[in-house]
């Protein structure tokens, strides 16, 4: 993992097409700004988990009901 220290305004860059801009630093968290192209997903970390989860519980319900 590569960590970068930057401040308001600062962007980072991750290859030629997207750009991650510092937007604003409060007491418990940082804003970023993301600029992709629109054929590439961006998505927090929380949010993929919990579509992970919710995808997997039918599987998760159906084997459980096969077992009882």
Known sequence: MLVLSRRV???????DNISVTVV???GGGVRLGVE???DMAV???EL????????????KLSWK????
């Open 9 to 15: 305004g600062e962007r980072i860059l991750i290859g």
């Open 24 to 26: 604003r630093i409060t």
């Open 36 to 38: 992709a192209p629109a």
């Open 43 to 45: 998505i927090r970390q």
């Open 48 to 59: 993929k988990d919990r579509l992970d989860d919710e995808e997997a519980l039918p599987q």
């Open 65 to 68: 009901a096969a077992r009882a």
